[in-house]
């Protein structure tokens, strides 16, 4: 059983997910450029996670965090979950600020790895969604120089990679996409320990290489006993990508 799996839900799906009694983040609330905080879910009840999505922010005010925290204390949350990635000064200023009234006030708060240098207590969100390297060694790494403090987002990935390539980004591809190129080729995919994925290569017509890589059920529960067995958690999740092996939880 995957432990302190959080399903990452909107729309239809949140009604599914909720069915699976397992944790929900709902991105509720957005935050205005100049600064406003605006609700993009009118839930009453209560939800133990609360998403922030960052939509550009110019002006950092002290009222912002007031806002949060009084929403957070509506929905009776007890984790803030604060998606940007965006680097400038006001974005720096509320993380800043935040971290420290979170950690006053005992609420959790989650911030992408890309802004630890703004935080000093907040949990620091990793994907795991990697095109390079190895899966554990990368958590490993992290979890030492940020020990106790290391969550994942589990997403799942599908991708096309022309070779050689120094893109990390890749050509995305759906699933439908993805399987009828497989089918097309008849190409063999296989596992990788390194990844915890599973890829196929290709050459096309220009005679260029390609790596498909691509993430399913299997290799979806790999990188969960990965992250588990070096206790990273929770373990932040798309409930599109994992919901077809919640049944076997």
Do not use: W
């Not at 390079?132 to 994942?152: D, M, N, V, W």
Request: glycine share 6%; net charge negative; hydrophobic share 40%.
């Amino acid at each position: 059983m995957v432990q302190d799996l959080i399903l990452v839900c909107a729309g239809a799906d949140s009604v599914r997910a909720r069915e699976s009694g397992l944790p929900l983040l709902q991105f509720g609330l957005r935050l205005q450029a100049d600064g406003g905080v605006a609700r993009t879910l009118l839930s009453s009840g209560h939800q133990e996670y609360l998403g922030v999505i960052e939509n550009g922010l110019t002006r950092f005010s002290p009222i912002i965090c007031s806002q949060l925290l009084a929403e957070v204390e509506r929905v009776g949350a007890s984790a803030l979950f604060v998606d940007c990635e965006t680097h400038t000064q006001a974005v720096g200023d509320l993380l800043h600020a935040l971290d420290e009234q979170t950690a006053k006030r005992k609420v959790q708060l989650f911030v992408p790895l890309c802004q630890a240098h703004a935080v000093t207590h907040a949990r620091l969100v990793a994907e795991t969604a990697i095109s390079g390297g190895c899966l554990r060694e990368r958590f490993q790494t992290l979890t030492r120089k940020y020990p106790g403090r290391i969550a994942a987002d589990l997403r799942a990935i599908s991708r096309d990679f022309l070779l050689p390539s120094s893109d990390s980004e890749g050509t995305p591809l759906s699933i439908q996409e993805r399987e009828e190129l497989r089918t097309q080729l008849g190409a063999q995919a296989f596992f990788s320990h390194e990844l915890c994925a599973r890829y196929f290569t290709y050459m096309d017509k220009e005679n260029n290489g390609h790596f498909v890589l691509f993430d399913d059920a299997d290799t979806l529960q790999a990188k969960c006993r990965c992250l588990e067995s070096l206790s990273v958690s929770p373990i932040f999740a798309r409930y599109s990508d994992v919901s077809a092996f919640l049944p076997m939880l």
